[in-house]
C-alpha cells in the first residue's frame, strides 16, 4: 500500500503491495440476497454452501450470484482445501471487520502492524499455505485477504539474501554474475530501488512471483505459454529468469538489457507497457511487437 493504513471495509480499496496497483470494490451483500445460500464447487466437484452475507465477501461470487441467480452453482478453480479455508476466512468477516494495516509495515509481527489476531493466526502457515490463500484471494477477488496474504508473504521475505531465497524456493541458480551486477547497478541508478541492497529487493519479488505461479500451476489455473514445439517459453526453476521478471516490474528500463526470451515474456511485457504507457513496446520481443 501506500504509506498510511489499507483496511478490508468501506467502499472500496486502492493499494499497492509486492509491485501491483489494485482496486477492488467491497460493498455490501445485496438486499435481494440475503438470507440465501450460495453454493461454491471446488475443482473436484465437492459442493461448499456458504450464507449470501459471507459469500459475497468475494466480488466474484457476488457478480456471479447477481448475474446467474442464487441457485446457481458459482465453480471455481481452487481446490477444495484452499477453498474451505477461504471460506473460512468469509464467514468470520461475515460479523468481525478486518484490522486496519499500517504500510510500509512497521514490524515483523502483523498484529503490532494493525492486523487483528484471528487474522494473524489465520496467515501463521507454511508458505505454500500462504501463496495458496493469496491465490483464493485473487481468484476470489476478496481484497482484505490478498492484503493479508501479501503483507504475510513481504514479512517472511524480509532481511533474507538472494541466496537464501532462491534456496528456500529450490531455484536453479543460473543468473550470470555480470547481469546480476548489471541489475543491482541499474537499478540503483534509476532511484527505484527502496532498499540499500537491490538484489535482495529483487529477490523478494523474484520468489514471489515464482511462489504464485507454482500455487496457480497446483491448482490448474496457470496459463502456460509455450514455442512452436511445445516447450515452455519460461522455465519455473530458473532464477534467471525469476530475478529479471522482478527487475522488470520494479523499473521497465531494464528491458532494454534483458535476455531475448525475457523480452519475449508475453505477461511481463503486458505490465511493463501499462507501467511505461506503451514506451516498454521499443523493448519487446519481434513476435509481441506485430
Not at 493466526?121 to 500462504?130: N, P
Amino acid at each position: 500500500c501506500r504509506p498510511g493504513r489499507c483496511r478490508a471495509a468501506g467502499m472500496g480499496e486502492l493499494y499497492e503491495v509486492l509491485g501491483a496497483l489494485r482496486f477492488s470494490a467491497l460493498e455490501a451483500c445485496p438486499d435481494s440476497l440475503r438470507g440465501s445460500s450460495i453454493k461454491l464447487k471446488s475443482k473436484e466437484g465437492d459442493v461448499i454452501e456458504v450464507v449470501a452475507e459471507a459469500a459475497c465477501i468475494s466480488a466474484m461470487v457476488r457478480r456471479a450470484v447477481l448475474r446467474d441467480g442464487v441457485d446457481a452453482e458459482v465453480q471455481l478453480p481452487l481446490k477444495k482445501a484452499t477453498l474451505m479455508k477461504a471460506v473460512d476466512y468469509m464467514k468470520h468477516h461475515k460479523d468481525h471487520p478486518a484490522g486496519e494495516i499500517f504500510t510500509p509495515l512497521p514490524s515483523d509481527d502483523l498484529i503490532e502492524c494493525g492486523a487483528t489476531r484471528w487474522d494473524a493466526k489465520f496467515v501463521d502457515v507454511d508458505k505454500t499455505a500462504v501463496f495458496d490463500l493469496n491465490l483464493a484471494a485473487s481468484v476470489l477477488d476478496i481484497a482484505g485477504l490478498f492484503f493479508l496474504t501479501s503483507a504475510k508473504a513481504a514479512i517472511m521475505f524480509k532481511d533474507k539474501s538472494a541466496d537464501k531465497l532462491r534456496k528456500d524456493f529450490n531455484l536453479v541458480n543460473d543468473l550470470p554474475r555480470s547481469e546480476e551486477e548489471a541489475m543491482d547497478r541499474e537499478l540503483k541508478a534509476s532511484g527505484k530501488a527502496h532498499q540499500d541492497d537491490a538484489i535482495a529487493e529483487i529477490a523478494a519479488l523474484a520468489v514471489t512471483l515464482q511462489a504464485s505461479a507454482a500455487a496457480a500451476d497446483k491448482h490448474g489455473c496457470l496459463e502456460t505459454v509455450r514455442s512452436e514445439a511445445g516447450v515452455p517459453l519460461i522455465d519455473p526453476k530458473s532464477w534467471r529468469h525469476a530475478a529479471w521478471r522482478a527487475a522488470v516490474l520494479l523499473d521497465w528500463n531494464l528491458l532494454a538489457t534483458a535476455p531475448q526470451e525475457v523480452k519475449n515474456d508475453r505477461d511481463l511485457i503486458h505490465a511493463a507497457l501499462m507501467a511505461s504507457q506503451g514506451g516498454a513496446l521499443q523493448y519487446a520481443g519481434s513476435s509481441l511487437r506485430t
